[in-house]
């Protein structure tokens, strides 16, 4: 750090005077059955170290062995980024030190990555509304394995800083993983961070319509490092780059770099140097603190791994794969917007809001667009944006949604419950007939007790009533209001509007 | 010495099948060999006493029920202690696995277990199989039987030295650069590193995994063909495991036929350095294959003279990251560095390592973390492996005008504890004959073919053949080992 | 290339293996490394003798595709895991504090 009181430039100040230089690592956790290299299970959220074994606890005399279904998700990934395939590759050995890593190398793939030279186009959501697509390359996606979780005792919980001593798990180490990394994105400065965001949120798209991993942000199957530096602007001066690590919601990304332009720019208007270093995103206040500083201890003697054959994948088995891709993703928007009937700027939001495969997958639960989107951008997008997550993380299925949609459509309840209904979804009390029932949100669809309010309603309100029977149906509103708040919300009001207007016809 | 433990597998086998002996007793006999001569050898790091028996104790009861066991069912084994057994603990020779007992057992030991071997116990080596002498064992040294002042070879130094001593029948050693076959040679047994891949890696402490090989150690060629017989074969657990048929190896060690054959003494490996009692065993040996029939030429492989230069840059790169998992943490040893109050993780690493690992280990693991950093990496691992391309080439060049090729095992024969203890270089000049067998991954067998006249200790002669085709050098050597007289133990000196 | 190692030089070689060496052995390693190094070295020579591009072989047998099916196989049991941890809590290895990053 070269002060303890950092100046962070506004973004927009900032973007007048730097262009910002940025790159994304993406990792994947894959969603195979087993391990990269051994037979162990991969489940989420398993009791420590029961999902290991001598191969990945690097037990001595242990060997890997390559996950055929892994490789076959890497080419999968990589023809779906349009990257080409090895036609011959190999693994190799990244040596450094951290006990949370039992071999003490990372088994990865350094300059023969089985997937290179590609590209995803992406439609970045404008401020001024409208999109823009734009080509972000890929440079390479490669195979490699995760490593284990510490857990920190002692000082502040959970914290590496000032604990006691850490306790290891190693289930999750050996998982397989697929690291994208982007070639440095050509963006107007101001863009940046949106490029950045739309560029995680329609990968994850795409790596979830190819059905090869859960992609959830929050439980780190889906992993952005955002690698990014200034250049002061026409200098053609080439910046020093930090690597922003953590960053677990596309909102998150988006924030990323935004802050990082902001400090960059006020390290460097200070006269001072950007260190090579890792930084931490801190999603409570959107601010990044400093990791490790790259030294030359970062010299990880690569070499090709003595332990594992080359993967030579055939052009055969390649051109099959190709044959199992999805739609490709612009294809799909275009598609989808002719079929649900979206507007331009419909379609924009929905997309911006990382809500495509969401408001896909309730329709497909039998929902209409229309409806679909409204729920996920409106009520749910408001929920996710309070608690600082993303869309596809809130605690509800796309089915769910369906259902309650579901509810409102057969009269079981209106709007208004319809909210209370997402509410008891989210905070984890059931399937929405469950939250229904729970809550005791159903409508009073039964007659009698209606017909005994709407009564009432006419009883004390004569003159409306009088108006009524004269032929002023709009003045129904006011008793169909009564009889609402007598019923507390639980009535259909189109149905009190109908006994309404049967009673005084 | 009992009876019993004079005889050879075959024989043992032999009696065994037939109810004239039971394992018990066989494998009783043996364990009271160990007790009477391994306090003068050291041979052993651990005696499995109870387990082999137990073994030995099942495989008789199968027999005695009728039932049908495999050939060496019975015929006790030892085993290098760099090979993991769930029984007993698997220590590599270093103080940083002191009393570590694997919670899995090696291929190579599940095989020896459904074959019914009894286990006699874990032999003596270098640590992490880093030496030519077995000075490096963190245990202490293992002592050759023709001469106890005499080091025994390595690193397998202690599965030699336990066959050769009547210790064991059979023993499975491991050749990185030459383990199995120099220490044969040095201590008068046959010594076979087969084919890479051929035998199975998984649960063998890795020192250099484009290197390693399992192997056999017996006193006769046959004997070595049978247990090769038992461990070798396709391992889907070993990626480098080759998945084709075992040539058939023991048929080979049978027939013993050169009659034909076309032999090629490798130009390169003798000569000057070379010892003259060694030379001259040589010469005979050779002299005697020509006289059976061997067609005998000279061969040039330029290229094996550069063969030490590559092998101590890939096998210590590979060290350097093989080792790198020993790090106290999940397993081994843990050491605090002292006066340091709450030492952190990386603190403790450091320190443990510092502590946990001998001279030559460390000596080898700075050496390969030199070689592959960045640089460097291109000058030293690349050229290395690019003098590995030029010797797999020297060998298919020789083998498209021989059948197989032939050279001593080593130059010299066993030399004086301590004698070459300061100058590891010299040390390492040794493996000079062995090592372009396991760069190129190619099979040799050591086969001892007398004693030197000038020493009056055992010398090896090496036949090396091409990749799977293990069986000819079982073939060549089953030919000499009728023609000379193999050197034969008398007692423990 | 020349293979002159100072001290300095194994001492950071040795940070990088995690061996915290004695200042003897960084003296002895010091002596010893070099001339081992004047002998590796002489493969960059036969390298450039050759006189053509020869390939690298990382692997002594020329095999690719080796894989295995994506089916779980049993593992250890935790106990086995542990069993030959130096420390161990909650079913989870015990290791001193963690510096660096995470
Ligand atoms: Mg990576
Ligand atoms: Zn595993």
Redesign the pocket.
């Given at each position: 750090m070269t002060t303890a009181t950092q100046k962070i430039v506004p973004f927009d100040e900032a973007i007048t005077r730097y262009d910002p230089v940025m790159g994304l690592e993406v990792h994947v956790e894959l969603n195979t059955a087993t391990?990269m290299f051994?037979?162990?299970a991969t489940a989420f959220g398993a009791e420590p170290n029961t999902q290991?074994?001598p191969?990945?606890l690097g037990l001595p005399g242990a060997l890997p062995v390559v996950n055929a279904k892994a490789v076959e998700s890497a080419i999968r990934i990589g023809l779906a980024l349009s990257c080409d395939i090895a036609e011959w590759c190999r693994f190799a050995r990244k040596n450094y030190f951290y006990p949370d890593m039992p071999k003490n190398f990372q088994t990865s793939q350094y300059d023969e990555p089985i997937a290179f030279d590609g590209y995803l186009d992406v439609e970045v959501p404008l401020e001024e509304g409208g999109t823009r697509t734009v080509r972000v390359e890929i440079e390479r996606a490669h195979m490699e394995e995760d490593t284990g979780k510490s857990l920190h005792v002692g000082g502040a919980t959970g914290r590496i800083h000032g604990a006691d001593h850490s306790l290891l798990d190693y289930n999750r180490a050996?998982i397989p993983l697929i690291e994208i990394v982007t070639r440095t994105i050509h963006v107007p400065a101001e863009l940046a961070p949106a490029v950045a965001r739309a560029f995680v949120t329609q990968l994850r798209d795409l790596i979830v319509a190819l059905d090869v991993s859960d992609a959830r942000m929050d439980q780190g199957s889906l992993r952005a490092d955002v690698n990014l530096s200034l250049s002061p602007k026409d200098s053609g001066v080439l910046g020093t780059r930090s690597e922003t690590k953590n960053v677990n919601s596309f909102r998150s990304v988006e924030r990323a770099v935004r802050y990082e332009i902001g400090r960059h720019a006020g390290v460097l208007d200070a006269g001072g140097s950007i260190l090579q270093e890792t930084r931490h995103f801190h999603e409570a206040n959107g601010s990044t603190s400093a990791g490790r500083e790259k030294s030359d201890a970062d010299d990880y003697r690569y070499f090709p791994e003595p332990d594992l054959a080359p993967v030579a994948p055939s052009r055969e088995w390649v051109e099959e794969l190709r044959g199992t891709l999805p739609e490709p993703p612009s294809e799909r928007r275009r598609r989808l917007q002719a079929e649900w009937e979206f507007s331009d700027l419909d379609m924009r939001d929905t997309v911006g809001a990382g809500a495509l495969d969401l408001v896909a997958a309730t329709v497909a639960a039998g929902t209409t667009p229309a409806a679909a989107k409204k729920w996920w951008l409106g009520e749910l997008a408001r929920r996710a944006n309070e608690d600082g997550t993303d869309l596809a993380d809130l605690p509800i299925t796309p089915e769910q949604v369906a259902a309650i949609q579901g509810l409102i459509d057969a009269g079981r309840v209106n709007d208004k419950l319809a909210r209370q209904v997402f509410e008891g979804v989210l905070a984890g009390e059931g399937t929405p007939d469950e939250v229904v029932s729970t809550r005791g949100l159903e409508v009073v669809s039964d007659d009698g007790a209606l017909g005994d309010a709407v009564d009432r309603a006419i009883e004390a309100n004569p003159d409306v009533a009088q108006k009524i029977r004269d032929g002023k149906v709009q003045a129904a509103g006011a008793l169909i209001g009564a009889v609402m708040k007598e019923m507390r919300g639980q009535a259909d009001a189109g149905r009190v509007r109908e006994l309404v207007l049967e009673k005084l016809s | 010495m009992s009876d019993l433990t004079r005889l050879g597998a075959a024989e043992l086998a032999e009696k065994l099948a037939g109810g004239e002996v039971t394992s018990v007793d066989v494998t009783r006999a043996h364990l009271e060999r160990i007790g009477e001569v391994d306090s003068r050898l050291h041979a052993f790091l651990h005696v499995g006493e109870e387990s082999a028996m137990a073994t030995a104790a099942d495989v008789d009861a199968r027999r005695a029920a009728g039932e049908d066991v495999p050939t060496l069912a019975g015929v006790p084994v030892a085993v290098k202690d760099l090979i993991n057994t769930t029984d007993q603990p698997t220590t590599a020779g270093s103080r940083m696995l002191e009393g570590w007992v694997p919670p899995y057992d090696a291929t190579v030991v599940a095989r020896l277990r459904a074959a019914g071997l009894p286990i006699l116990g874990k032999t003596n080596l270098d640590e992490f199989a880093m030496g030519s002498s077995n000075e490096h064992s963190a245990y202490g040294p293992t002592r050759n039987p023709w001469d106890t002042d005499r080091i025994p070879g390595g690193s397998s130094g202690g599965s030699a030295a336990a066959v050769a001593s009547h210790e064991a029948p059979l023993a499975l050693g491991t050749d990185t650069g030459g383990s199995i076959r120099q220490p044969g040679a040095m201590t008068g047994v046959v010594g076979m590193k087969p084919t890479y891949g051929g035998v199975s890696r998984y649960g063998v402490v890795a020192m250099a995994s484009s290197l390693d090989q399992v192997g056999p150690m017996a006193r006769s060629v046959l004997d070595a063909a049978l247990l090769h017989e038992v461990v070798a074969g396709h391992d889907p657990l070993d990626s480098t495991s080759i998945d084709a048929p075992v040539p058939d190896v023991v048929a080979a060690a049978r027939r013993g036929d050169v009659s034909g054959l076309k032999i090629g003494i490798v130009r390169e490996l003798g000569g000057e350095g070379f010892q003259p009692g060694v030379q001259a065993a040589f010469d005979g040996a050779v002299e005697q294959l020509a006289q059976a029939g061997a067609e005998v030429v000279e061969v040039a492989c330029p290229s094996f003279r550069h063969g030490i230069a590559a092998y101590y840059l890939v096998m210590p790169s590979e060290v350097s990251s093989n080792l790198a998992r020993f790090d106290a943490m999940r397993y081994g040893l843990r050491v605090s560095p002292e006066g340091v109050p709450d030492p952190s993780a990386e603190q403790v690493m450091s320190a443990s390592r510092d502590a946990g690992f001998g001279d030559e280990v460390k000596r080898r693991i700075v050496l390969g973390t030199y070689a592959l950093s960045s640089g460097y990496y291109d000058a030293y691992y690349g050229s290395a492996q690019k003098v590995r391309t030029l010797i797999a080439r020297d060998f298919a060049a020789a083998f498209e005008q021989v059948d197989v090729l032939v050279s001593p095992t080593a130059p010299t024969t066993a030399w004086r504890l301590g004698e070459k203890s300061d100058d590891p270089l010299a040390m390492y000049l040794e493996d000079v004959c062995t090592i372009p067998a396991n760069l190129a991954g190619v099979p040799g067998l050591s086969l001892p073919v007398g004693l030197a006249d000038d020493t009056g200790l055992p010398v090896g002669v090496q036949f090396l053949a091409p990749a799977l085709a293990d069986d000819r050098v079982y073939n060549v050597a089953a030919a000499l080992e009728r023609l000379v007289a193999a050197p034969v133990l008398e007692e423990v000196r | 290339m020349s293979s002159a190692l100072s001290r300095e030089d194994v001492a950071h070689l040795a940070s990088l293996a995690r061996i915290s060496l004695s200042e003897d052995e960084l003296d002895r390693l010091g002596a010893e490394l070099p001339a081992i190094l004047d002998h590796v070295a002489a493969v960059q020579g036969v390298v450039e003798s050759a006189g053509e591009d020869v390939a690298p072989m990382s692997h002594p047998v020329p095999v690719a595709n080796v894989m295995r099916e994506d089916v779980v196989r049993p593992?250890l049991t935790p106990d086995e895991a542990l069993s030959g941890a130096p420390a161990s809590e909650e079913q989870r290895f015990l290791v001193p504090k963690i510096l660096g990053e995470e």
């Amino acid at each position: 750090m070269t002060t303890a009181t950092q100046k962070i430039v506004p973004f927009d100040e900032a973007i007048t005077r730097y262009d910002p230089v940025m790159g994304l690592e993406v990792h994947v956790e894959l969603n195979t059955a087993t391990k990269m290299f051994c037979g162990c299970a991969t489940a989420f959220g398993a009791e420590p170290n029961t999902q290991v074994c001598p191969v990945c606890l690097g037990l001595p005399g242990a060997l890997p062995v390559v996950n055929a279904k892994a490789v076959e998700s890497a080419i999968r990934i990589g023809l779906a980024l349009s990257c080409d395939i090895a036609e011959w590759c190999r693994f190799a050995r990244k040596n450094y030190f951290y006990p949370d890593m039992p071999k003490n190398f990372q088994t990865s793939q350094y300059d023969e990555p089985i997937a290179f030279d590609g590209y995803l186009d992406v439609e970045v959501p404008l401020e001024e509304g409208g999109t823009r697509t734009v080509r972000v390359e890929i440079e390479r996606a490669h195979m490699e394995e995760d490593t284990g979780k510490s857990l920190h005792v002692g000082g502040a919980t959970g914290r590496i800083h000032g604990a006691d001593h850490s306790l290891l798990d190693y289930n999750r180490a050996g998982i397989p993983l697929i690291e994208i990394v982007t070639r440095t994105i050509h963006v107007p400065a101001e863009l940046a961070p949106a490029v950045a965001r739309a560029f995680v949120t329609q990968l994850r798209d795409l790596i979830v319509a190819l059905d090869v991993s859960d992609a959830r942000m929050d439980q780190g199957s889906l992993r952005a490092d955002v690698n990014l530096s200034l250049s002061p602007k026409d200098s053609g001066v080439l910046g020093t780059r930090s690597e922003t690590k953590n960053v677990n919601s596309f909102r998150s990304v988006e924030r990323a770099v935004r802050y990082e332009i902001g400090r960059h720019a006020g390290v460097l208007d200070a006269g001072g140097s950007i260190l090579q270093e890792t930084r931490h995103f801190h999603e409570a206040n959107g601010s990044t603190s400093a990791g490790r500083e790259k030294s030359d201890a970062d010299d990880y003697r690569y070499f090709p791994e003595p332990d594992l054959a080359p993967v030579a994948p055939s052009r055969e088995w390649v051109e099959e794969l190709r044959g199992t891709l999805p739609e490709p993703p612009s294809e799909r928007r275009r598609r989808l917007q002719a079929e649900w009937e979206f507007s331009d700027l419909d379609m924009r939001d929905t997309v911006g809001a990382g809500a495509l495969d969401l408001v896909a997958a309730t329709v497909a639960a039998g929902t209409t667009p229309a409806a679909a989107k409204k729920w996920w951008l409106g009520e749910l997008a408001r929920r996710a944006n309070e608690d600082g997550t993303d869309l596809a993380d809130l605690p509800i299925t796309p089915e769910q949604v369906a259902a309650i949609q579901g509810l409102i459509d057969a009269g079981r309840v209106n709007d208004k419950l319809a909210r209370q209904v997402f509410e008891g979804v989210l905070a984890g009390e059931g399937t929405p007939d469950e939250v229904v029932s729970t809550r005791g949100l159903e409508v009073v669809s039964d007659d009698g007790a209606l017909g005994d309010a709407v009564d009432r309603a006419i009883e004390a309100n004569p003159d409306v009533a009088q108006k009524i029977r004269d032929g002023k149906v709009q003045a129904a509103g006011a008793l169909i209001g009564a009889v609402m708040k007598e019923m507390r919300g639980q009535a259909d009001a189109g149905r009190v509007r109908e006994l309404v207007l049967e009673k005084l016809s | 010495m009992s009876d019993l433990t004079r005889l050879g597998a075959a024989e043992l086998a032999e009696k065994l099948a037939g109810g004239e002996v039971t394992s018990v007793d066989v494998t009783r006999a043996h364990l009271e060999r160990i007790g009477e001569v391994d306090s003068r050898l050291h041979a052993f790091l651990h005696v499995g006493e109870e387990s082999a028996m137990a073994t030995a104790a099942d495989v008789d009861a199968r027999r005695a029920a009728g039932e049908d066991v495999p050939t060496l069912a019975g015929v006790p084994v030892a085993v290098k202690d760099l090979i993991n057994t769930t029984d007993q603990p698997t220590t590599a020779g270093s103080r940083m696995l002191e009393g570590w007992v694997p919670p899995y057992d090696a291929t190579v030991v599940a095989r020896l277990r459904a074959a019914g071997l009894p286990i006699l116990g874990k032999t003596n080596l270098d640590e992490f199989a880093m030496g030519s002498s077995n000075e490096h064992s963190a245990y202490g040294p293992t002592r050759n039987p023709w001469d106890t002042d005499r080091i025994p070879g390595g690193s397998s130094g202690g599965s030699a030295a336990a066959v050769a001593s009547h210790e064991a029948p059979l023993a499975l050693g491991t050749d990185t650069g030459g383990s199995i076959r120099q220490p044969g040679a040095m201590t008068g047994v046959v010594g076979m590193k087969p084919t890479y891949g051929g035998v199975s890696r998984y649960g063998v402490v890795a020192m250099a995994s484009s290197l390693d090989q399992v192997g056999p150690m017996a006193r006769s060629v046959l004997d070595a063909a049978l247990l090769h017989e038992v461990v070798a074969g396709h391992d889907p657990l070993d990626s480098t495991s080759i998945d084709a048929p075992v040539p058939d190896v023991v048929a080979a060690a049978r027939r013993g036929d050169v009659s034909g054959l076309k032999i090629g003494i490798v130009r390169e490996l003798g000569g000057e350095g070379f010892q003259p009692g060694v030379q001259a065993a040589f010469d005979g040996a050779v002299e005697q294959l020509a006289q059976a029939g061997a067609e005998v030429v000279e061969v040039a492989c330029p290229s094996f003279r550069h063969g030490i230069a590559a092998y101590y840059l890939v096998m210590p790169s590979e060290v350097s990251s093989n080792l790198a998992r020993f790090d106290a943490m999940r397993y081994g040893l843990r050491v605090s560095p002292e006066g340091v109050p709450d030492p952190s993780a990386e603190q403790v690493m450091s320190a443990s390592r510092d502590a946990g690992f001998g001279d030559e280990v460390k000596r080898r693991i700075v050496l390969g973390t030199y070689a592959l950093s960045s640089g460097y990496y291109d000058a030293y691992y690349g050229s290395a492996q690019k003098v590995r391309t030029l010797i797999a080439r020297d060998f298919a060049a020789a083998f498209e005008q021989v059948d197989v090729l032939v050279s001593p095992t080593a130059p010299t024969t066993a030399w004086r504890l301590g004698e070459k203890s300061d100058d590891p270089l010299a040390m390492y000049l040794e493996d000079v004959c062995t090592i372009p067998a396991n760069l190129a991954g190619v099979p040799g067998l050591s086969l001892p073919v007398g004693l030197a006249d000038d020493t009056g200790l055992p010398v090896g002669v090496q036949f090396l053949a091409p990749a799977l085709a293990d069986d000819r050098v079982y073939n060549v050597a089953a030919a000499l080992e009728r023609l000379v007289a193999a050197p034969v133990l008398e007692e423990v000196r | 290339m020349s293979s002159a190692l100072s001290r300095e030089d194994v001492a950071h070689l040795a940070s990088l293996a995690r061996i915290s060496l004695s200042e003897d052995e960084l003296d002895r390693l010091g002596a010893e490394l070099p001339a081992i190094l004047d002998h590796v070295a002489a493969v960059q020579g036969v390298v450039e003798s050759a006189g053509e591009d020869v390939a690298p072989m990382s692997h002594p047998v020329p095999v690719a595709n080796v894989m295995r099916e994506d089916v779980v196989r049993p593992g250890l049991t935790p106990d086995e895991a542990l069993s030959g941890a130096p420390a161990s809590e909650e079913q989870r290895f015990l290791v001193p504090k963690i510096l660096g990053e995470e």
